[in-house]
């Protein structure tokens, strides 16, 4: 494997079955959400040895529960309780819908329970916490590794997609450095090709026709 270093990775866009396998080859761990993925690479490369890297969670290692065995008073870490077809029948009866898809709330508070080994908190805590979530009008979203990285995807994805994109030699640097300009700023975390004039002279040794 060609070497990786800190500042390649940092420039570069990878998709997460990229990062497993960098994480594999590195002897790090393999399991997790895309932002956890890059802190452990991030880390690595920063001269953190592999051993000293864990992962920021611990996994399901009890046997799935079935719907009838799912209550508001089942722990969500330890008690094999997951995010499954049972845990779903289970919340669309609660909620008395017919179909039931988990919400970003309520995958960040079971991600969190799972770093902080929190035995305590419950299905029922689950539900209460991700109401008061939504009901904050979303505000605390930004500021999530999880987020960051979806909205970066989608810039990506955005700029790739436009047929300016086609302009540049270095599509990924050019993202990247328009990313550093949009993430810092007050602004609105999508791409449009307005990005390109407004920083031009940051982009223009990438671009094809100076070449």
């Given at each position: ?23 594999r ?6 399991q ?12 690595f ?15 399901q ?6 719907m ?6 089942t ?12 845990a ?9 819908v ?21 035995l305590?908190i ?57 990313w ?14 307005r ?9 223009k ?7």
């Amino acid at each position: 494997m060609t070497k990786l270093t800190h500042k390649k990775f940092k420039e570069t866009y990878f998709y997460k079955a990229e990062l497993v396998r960098i994480c594999r080859n590195y002897g790090l761990p393999t399991q997790g959400t895309k932002a956890e993925l890059n802190h452990y690479i991030d880390c690595f490369l920063s001269g953190i040895p592999a051993n000293q890297i864990k992962p920021a969670r611990t996994y399901q290692k009890a046997p799935s529960l079935k719907m009838s065995e799912i209550s508001l008073d089942t722990p969500l870490v330890g008690s094999g309780f997951s995010f499954n077809n049972e845990a779903r029948q289970f919340f669309a009866t609660y909620f008395n819908v017919k179909k039931f898809s988990f919400t970003k709330e309520m995958a960040v508070i079971k991600r969190k329970a799972e770093a902080d080994h929190n035995l305590s908190i419950t299905v029922g805590d689950l539900i209460n916490r991700a109401k008061e979530m939504t009901d904050s009008k979303q505000t605390w979203l930004k500021d999530l590794p999880e987020e960051q990285t979806y909205q970066w995807n989608n810039f990506v994805k955005d700029f790739c997609n436009s047929s300016k994109s086609h302009e540049f030699n270095k599509k990924m640097k050019v993202a990247a450095i328009l990313w550093h300009h949009v993430k810092h700023s007050t602004g609105s975390k999508q791409y449009h090709d307005r990005l390109l004039d407004q920083f031009s002279e940051d982009i223009k040794p990438y671009h094809i026709k100076n070449h």
